[in-house]
């Protein structure tokens, strides 16, 4: 027996700088209300997906940092959010900037059909840099401006389903998807912000959609889950976005694709059980994996030469 969910990957256009929250929320809950005509039960929005991608611009005085975060969540402006989404009884998974007493974390949060908080998930990978490299065309200090996860990788039972979340960075390292296919994934939500170009590695700039669709394919496949990656894209106070908004099957094929940079809903009734016929086979963990082989990757963080 199928056990279907309608998924919405609800891909963003650029957010300036001077857009304020309150016109950001409109832009997301008129694709919650697309994903409700479309008959979705679950909208994925991106990676700070109510601010701009304040991680590009060097600040000194962390009330001007604090601008980007959320003290409370619902709060005043994303109430309404969450209100469209219980009216509607289409959930969402949504990121942003998150102030949590002195701690600053990089979070989603998954929200259920009745306008519940089923999880929250706080980034592990922070890629980038701490301190000001001016010699960048625009920074990256994701590494500066939020603390270390203190979640990590986890499921919930929600959606009928069991459902992980990631964000951003976290697709392209194995660990994330496999930690979450350990613990029974069915479906991981990722939302992204990434720049077209990569100051320290520019010659992956022309590579860096490729790299995208390869890294949730085959986090798709080789987990056998469902992966929905969605993008904020486009060209953002200068700095062009990659889109690629995706939702992959766990055969790792893309069944739904973004074609455009802009605010873009695509949609795919994607199947809980579809996953089985991998995990049950190539990748039946129970039957096959050989941990006793795998220490060196949790006890060694970075490579280290034979003498
Ligand atoms: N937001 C985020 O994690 N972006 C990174 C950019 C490249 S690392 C500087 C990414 O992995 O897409």
């Known amino acids: 027996m199928?056990?279907?969910?309608?998924?919405?990957?609800?891909?963003?256009?650029?957010?300036?700088?001077?857009?304020?929250?309150?016109?950001?929320?409109?832009?997301?809950?008129?694709?919650?209300?697309?994903?409700?005509?479309?008959?979705?039960?679950?909208?994925?929005?991106p990676e700070l997906?109510?601010?701009?991608?304040?991680?590009?611009?060097?600040?000194?005085?962390?009330?001007?940092?604090?601008?980007?975060?959320?003290?409370s969540m619902p709060g005043p402006e994303t109430q309404k959010l969450f209100d469209e989404s219980k009216r509607l009884r289409v959930g969402f998974y949504l990121g942003y900037a998150e102030m949590a007493g002195d701690k600053r974390y990089n979070t989603a949060i998954l929200v259920e059909r009745d306008g519940s908080i089923v999880g929250?998930?706080?980034?592990?990978?922070?890629?980038?840099?701490?301190?000001?490299?001016?010699?960048?065309?625009?920074?990256h200090l994701e590494k500066r401006y939020f603390d270390e996860s203190?979640?990590?990788?986890?499921?919930?039972?929600?959606?009928?389903?069991?459902?992980?979340m990631a964000i951003c960075n976290d697709r392209r390292w194995p660990e994330t998807y496999r930690v979450m296919g350990l613990q029974g994934a069915e479906m991981i939500l990722l939302g992204y912000n990434t720049p077209v170009h990569?100051?320290?590695?520019?010659?992956h700039d022309a590579l860096s959609l490729f790299h995208n669709g390869l890294v949730m394919q085959s986090g798709a496949y080789q987990?056998?889950?469902?992966?929905?990656g969605v993008a904020k894209a486009g060209e953002e106070e200068g700095v062009p976005m990659i889109g690629g908004s995706q939702i992959v099957a766990p055969s790792g094929q893309p069944v739904?694709?973004?074609?455009?940079?802009?605010?873009?809903?695509?949609?795919?009734?994607?199947?809980?059980?579809?996953?089985?016929?991998?995990?049950?086979t190539t990748f039946?963990?129970?039957?096959?994996?050989?941990?006793?082989?795998?220490?060196?990757?949790t006890s060694r963080k970075g490579a280290e030469l034979p003498p």
């Open 256 to 280: 739904a694709l973004a074609r455009t940079e802009g605010d873009e809903l695509i949609v795919a009734c994607c199947d809980l059980d579809a996953g089985l016929s991998y995990t049950s």
């Open 198 to 203: 990569n100051p320290p590695a520019p010659d």
């Open 120 to 139: 929250k998930y706080r980034k592990v990978h922070l890629p980038g840099h701490a301190e000001h490299e001016p010699w960048r065309q625009f920074q």
């Open 150 to 164: 203190d979640t990590g990788f986890q499921v919930w039972r929600a959606f009928g389903g069991i459902i992980g």
């Open 223 to 228: 987990n056998g889950c469902w992966v929905v």
């Open 284 to 297: 039946n963990f129970a039957r096959h994996r050989m941990p006793q082989h795998y220490g060196l990757i």
């Open 49 to 71: 997906a109510l601010t701009t991608f304040f991680p590009r611009w060097f600040m000194a005085q962390q009330a001007e940092v604090d601008g980007f975060f959320e003290a």
């Open 2 to 45: 199928p056990r279907p969910l309608t998924v919405g990957a609800a891909q963003l256009g650029p957010i300036q700088r001077a857009h304020g929250r309150a016109e950001v929320v409109e832009r997301l809950i008129a694709l919650l209300r697309e994903g409700h005509r479309m008959g979705c039960e679950l909208v994925v929005f």
